[in-house]
């Protein structure tokens, strides 16, 4: 079997910081006080008024080129995951192709997914490796949901922040190798988070930008991703004590702290980054992974778990073989 | 290594037909005619007012399923090639996993491409089968670009058809071989086919909606084409007499007679099939499949060709096997 290794990730953030305080938020300092609380998010990264999806996965892709010592013509494959592209039509991936010197026979596409998108990526680079479709591949996961996000909507706003991340892919061995990944969908919850009015169906009056029913989103989460990790585990033949750390997708700390507790995992397993990110969609598991990669030593294994809207979700077994 | 099948191609069309005549375009008869003798394109079915992507989607992969005496939840991969979702958030594909009754182990997912996305999608779906991501897979090609064509922009108005292809992938043999493929991109010509104000960059007072420069997508096919069918032609050991039909996506009569004519081509192995379904964008490439197949004899060889928006460009190779 081919072995895949995620090499490095970098990372660009939206050029604003939003706090969720009540001079932002418009809202008494009690509730935003609540809010802080329950969510865990006290401040999020959000595009300027002329920064946009390409512009930050433009900055990831650069960077991780530069800090690779790669030149993009090496790469045969360069995946954008987005759910916010600039343009319905090309997709980001064809920007970041030009603009940074990517080779004409590089696989260029943009792929949509949310929450589980790094996974899905993951899964899918591991495949086209193995399948011969590419032996150097970029994932980039990039969004900037606060475009779609209603201001009035409170729920949403004072979760999500603005991020992208370009992840290198290639079978020379650093940084984490790629042991396993699955990945589902359940389809009959589309419409428990969908961005109304925000491609070619017109809004039906309900408002247009992000909707989200969150108490069936959570539902499904508590449901779902216990029973991902668990079937992970044992096809691996693993307990959880065997995993080091659990990179569940920083959806924000009321959600990880459940899973937590309903998993019974210890708290060191489970790091978050959200209070200061918020959650930056499919970004947030490898900007996870970035800033815990010092905490890691060589054979340590990651569980990384994304679940959201589609609704999809998905799980990829690292282990980190460090980085030489 | 695995062998790989496009077993059964379904289709499914926008529901109205519009005439490339003086009533609808607003134009005077001989303007008219002029366009018609120069694209061939003389009617295009298009998108009623309640009907989206999905739909076309939906009912191309529910024919797929009736005619391949399959289930649902018989396939572990669900790819939608298209760049007129419904919504940004979630994709087409999520919608068709719920209303069709997938299972939750199936890989579910929109890719955004156009006219090369036929090739794009055979290429990933058969490096997934390859990886061993998928046993079972389906690849729709869903559009409906004339929701984004600005109506007083004769130039693309004339050309752009609605419709979804389904087709199902396996390594069971029956349909096409899949021989070969091959892929390619050049982001630069990002602009020169674009839907300005479609996601989330606001036009910029240019026009929202498609913006075509038709003469470079013009001379790109021109350059492009002939060498990516050259070259595949050489990675097999093949000449052009070799291949019974050159399945070039259906941009417009005057585009593929132009390939053909640079290329050296007989019209028998250049079937068109614009005159009334017009540019169906991704679409394109396996609706003439399935118009062709009876006049096909096993063991005929298929070179299928799509370019356009990105840039990008791709060729896969197939071999006729029959349907038992």
Redesign the interface.
């Given at each position: 079997m081919t072995e895949i290794y995620l090499n490095l990730i970098e990372s660009a953030l939206g050029s604003i910081t939003e706090r969720n305080d009540p001079e932002v938020l418009g809202q008494a300092a009690a509730d935003c006080e609540r809010i802080v609380k329950k969510t865990g998010v006290y401040s999020r990264p959000v595009v300027a008024d002329d920064e946009?999806?390409s512009d930050l996965a433009l900055r990831a892709t650069k960077k991780l080129l530069q800090q690779n010592s790669t030149n993009a013509d090496e790469y045969d494959a360069?995946i954008v995951c987005t759910?916010?592209?600039?343009?319905?039509?090309?997709?980001v991936?064809?920007?970041?192709?030009?603009?940074l010197g990517?080779a004409?026979?590089?696989?260029?596409?943009?792929?949509?997914?949310?929450c589980s998108g790094f996974v899905?990526g993951t899964?899918?680079i591991?495949?086209?490796?193995?399948?011969?479709?590419?032996q150097q591949a970029i994932l980039v996961n990039a969004d900037?949901y606060t475009?779609?996000i209603r201001s009035d909507d409170l729920t949403t706003r004072v979760l999500f922040g603005d991020a992208a991340t370009a992840t290198s892919f290639s079978t020379k061995r650093a940084g984490f190798q790629l042991l396993y990944s699955?990945?589902?969908?359940?389809?009959?919850?589309?419409e428990d988070?969908?961005?109304?009015g925000?491609?070619?169906?017109p809004d039906e009056n309900i408002g247009p930008g992000?909707h989200m029913n969150g108490p069936s989103i959570l539902s499904f989460a508590l449901r779902v991703v216990p029973d991902a990790v668990n079937d992970a585990l044992k096809d691996n033949n693993l307990e959880s004590n065997d995993i080091r750390m659990f990179a569940f997708h920083q959806a924000n700390s009321f959600v990880i702290d459940k899973l937590a507790y309903k998993m019974k995992l210890r708290g060191a397993q489970v790091p978050q980054n959200c209070a200061n990110l918020g959650n930056t969609v499919s970004a947030s598991i490898p900007l996870l992974l970035l800033e815990q990669r010092n905490n890691l030593s060589c054979g340590d294994l990651v569980l990384t778990t994304g679940f959201g809207?589609?609704?999809?979700w998905g799980v990829a077994l690292l282990e980190y073989v460090g980085n030489d």
């Open positions: 946009y999806t360069l759910q916010t592209p600039d343009h319905l039509i090309p997709g991936s064809s920007l970041v192709h030009g603009k990517f004409q026979n590089c696989y260029t596409m943009d792929i949509n997914q949310g899905y899964h899918l591991g495949a086209m490796i193995r399948g011969g479709a590419s900037c475009r779609l699955r990945c589902y969908a359940d389809g009959t919850g589309y988070f969908i961005a109304r925000s491609a070619i169906q992000i809207v589609g609704l999809s």
